[in-house]
């Protein structure tokens, strides 16, 4: 047991590893720090399923470290929650394969509401219907799901995470974001006191 799961786990490293660094993540930074930073607007982000739990975490994540941020429901923006959207927004879709109905729906809506609108996509797939209406593709790398079968979201939800995590430090370093900066948004918890220290 012990050696599979050294196997696993040395799935997960080499998928990270893997990570394309072609610049498209550096350019992701720039683009929000404009948007956001320069002309007052926010990241909205979105995924479904699996996706959608990291898309929380990554807009939880830029909340925390001083880049205001949404996460929107793909469903609920279909029943009003488009609302949120504002033309000098971000918005900021993960899907693995460039192809989840509802993310590609939102997409349409969104422009449709704001032509200009600017659309940063995390996927595996550059040749995806999101990618043709995405400002900027992030790629993750094609990772292999560790999964047995192949189709559960496990690898790939890794690597989604860790690039979020690349986006966020490089932001919070562009942005000069500080301890003190930290604690005035994270006020509990141990962080909040840590941060406070």
């Known amino acids: 047991m012990t ?27 720039e683009l929000i720090y404009k948007q956001v930073h320069e002309v007052g607007g926010k990241v909205v982000v979105s995924g479904v399923g699996k996706a959608g739990y990291v898309g929380r ?27 949120v959207l504002q ?18 729906e939102l997409a349409e809506l969104s422009l449709a509401l704001y032509p200009e609108l600017s659309i940063i996509l995390l996927s595996k797939n550059p040749d995806s219907p999101l990618a043709q209406m995405a400002a900027i593709c992030v790629l993750t790398g094609s990772p292999t799901e560790i999964c047995p079968l ?3 979201p496990t690898t790939s939800t890794t690597v989604m995470g860790v690039v ?3 986006i966020v430090v490089l932001l919070l370093e562009k942005i000069g974001f500080t301890k003190e900066m930290y604690a005035a948004r994270h006020h509990g918890g141990y962080l909040g006191k840590k941060a406070r220290q």
């Open 3 to 29: 050696n599979k799961l050294k196997e696993l786990v040395e799935c997960e490293i080499n998928s990270i590893s893997s990570i394309p660094l072609d610049g498209k993540i550096e350019e992701a930074v």
């Open 57 to 83: 975490a990554i807009s939880s994540t830029f909340c925390s470290t001083g880049t205001p941020s949404v996460f929107l429901d793909a469903l609920d923006s279909q029943h009003g929650d488009l609302g």
């Open 87 to 104: 033309k000098n927004d971000v918005l900021f879709l993960i899907s693995n394969s460039g192809m989840t109905r509802e993310i590609i």
């Open 150 to 152: 192949g189709l559960t």
């Open 164 to 166: 979020g995590d690349l």
